[in-house]
């Protein structure tokens, strides 16, 4: 079962923070590259943030220097720190795995940012 997991969303004041987790039964060095997507309420899927097995990083302008993405190789899971929420953040959070083209998405965590 490749399906990531996610975790960890929830309401939250703007200002705040948070921290989703998504977990995957293989190894995360078995994807070439993991992330995370978002999808506003009645909007299309956005990127939010990757990162590659090497560790490059890659953040939506929207979210640099307030959001860091971040693997656990031991634990089979990826993070999404989120600082200084804004209403704007609120959407479902999917995480995203992809192995050899194909790619794997979680069923989503949902982020409320109230104002």
């Known amino acids: 079962q490749v399906q990531p997991v996610e975790s960890g969303g929830g309401l939250v004041q703007a200002g705040g923070s948070l921290r989703l987790s998504c977990t995957v039964s293989?190894?995360?060095?078995?994807?070439?590259?993991m992330g995370w997507y978002r999808q506003p309420p009645g909007k299309q899927r956005e990127l939010v943030a990757t990162?590659?097995?090497?560790?490059?990083?890659d953040y939506a302008d929207a979210v640099k220097d307030r959001f860091t993405i971040s693997r656990d190789d031991v634990k089979n899971t990826l993070y999404l720190q989120m600082h200084n929420l804004k209403p704007e953040d609120t959407a479902l959070y999917y995480c995203?795995?992809?192995?050899?083209?194909?790619?794997?998405w979680g069923q989503g965590t949902q982020v409320t940012v109230s104002s």
């Open positions: 995203n795995g992809e192995i050899r083209g194909y790619n794997y």
């Open positions: 293989v190894g995360t060095l078995s994807f070439n590259a």
């Open positions: 990162v590659t097995r090497r560790g490059s990083e």
